[in-house]
C-alpha cells in the first residue's frame, strides 16, 4: 500500500493527452515538493519533473507537472509509442522524515 | 559527469544478511543526499532510506527499521546499504540515487544501475 495514491494504468491514443494523478497529504504533498519520474522496462527510473514543475534540460516540454494543495499531477501531450512506461510521483513527508512513492501508473499507448 | 556505480548481483539463503555498495564520482560527495530504493520483480519503486553524506545521518523507512543501515566511507565517495535478515520477499532490484537538490526536495538525478539481490534457500 503507497502512501501516495496514483492510477494503476491509462492509456490513450498516439499524439493524445494523458493526466496521471498523485494524491498525497498535508505532510508530504502539501508541505514539500513533487518529483516525478519514468521508467522503461529494464531500465532505472528517469527523472522527468521536479519541484512540482520543473524539467531537466533534456525532458521534451511534452511533460509538465502541476501541484495544488494535497495532490499533483504529470501531464504527457503529443504522446508516442516511446512514452510507454511506468510513471512515479515521489516527495518527502515532513511528520514521518521518510521519502514516499506512488505505486506507478502503467501508461499504453493505444 | 555524475556516476553511481554499484556493485554485483548477490544470492543469498534466508536469513543472511547483504551489503550492498554504491561508489560516486563527478561531483562533490559531502554535499548530496544519497538515498536507497528497491523493486520487487512486477512491483513498484520503494524508498528504503537515505543519508547525508557530511555527517552520516539516516532516515529510514519504517518498514526496514532495526534491518537496515546505511553507511557512507568518505575517502572513497561509496555509500553501503546492509540489510539483515533476509528473507524472499527481500528479492528485488536495488538502486541507489542522488539527490539533485543537494537538501531533501526528493528528486533523483543521477541512479546506479541497481544491483539484483535473490534470496533463495
Known amino acids: 500500500q503507497s502512501v501516495l495514491t496514483q492510477p494503476p494504468s491509462m492509456s490513450a491514443a498516439p499524439g493524445q493527452k494523458v493526466t496521471i494523478s498523485c494524491s498525497g497529504s498535508s505532510s508530504n504533498i502539501g508541505d514539500n515538493f513533487v518529483s516525478w519520474y519514468q521508467q522503461l522496462p529494464g531500465t532505472a527510473p528517469k527523472l522527468l519533473i521536479y519541484d512540482n514543475t520543473e524539467r531537466p534540460s533534456d525532458i521534451p516540454d511534452r511533460f509538465s507537472g502541476s501541484k495544488s494543495g494535497t495532490s499533483a499531477s504529470l501531464a504527457i501531450t503529443g504522446l508516442q509509442t516511446g512514452d510507454e512506461a511506468d510513471y512515479y510521483c515521489g516527495t518527502w513527508d515532513s511528520s514521518l522524515n521518510i521519502g514516499v512513492l506512488g505505486g506507478g501508473t502503467r501508461v499504453t499507448v493505444l | 559527469q555524475v556516476q553511481l556505480v554499484q556493485s554485483g548481483a548477490e544470492v543469498k539463503k534466508p536469513g543472511a544478511s547483504v551489503k550492498l555498495s554504491c561508489k560516486t564520482s563527478g561531483y562533490t560527495f559531502t554535499s548530496y543526499y544519497v538515498h536507497w530504493f528497491r523493486q520487487a520483480p512486477g512491483q513498484g519503486l520503494e524508498w528504503l532510506g537515505e543519508?547525508?553524506?557530511?555527517?552520516?545521518?539516516?532516515n529510514y523507512a519504517e518498514k526496514f527499521q532495526g534491518r537496515i543501515t546505511l553507511t557512507r566511507d568518505t575517502s572513497t565517495t561509496t555509500v553501503y546499504m546492509q540489510l539483515n535478515s533476509l528473507d524472499s520477499e527481500d528479492t528485488a532490484l536495488y538502486y541507489c540515487?542522488?539527490?539533485?537538490?543537494?537538501?531533501?526536495?526528493?528528486?533523483?538525478?543521477?541512479w546506479g544501475q541497481g544491483t539484483l539481490v535473490t534470496v533463495s534457500s
Open positions: 543519508i547525508r553524506p557530511w555527517g552520516g545521518s539516516t
Open positions: 540515487a542522488r539527490d539533485g537538490s543537494g537538501t531533501l526536495h526528493f528528486w533523483f538525478d543521477s
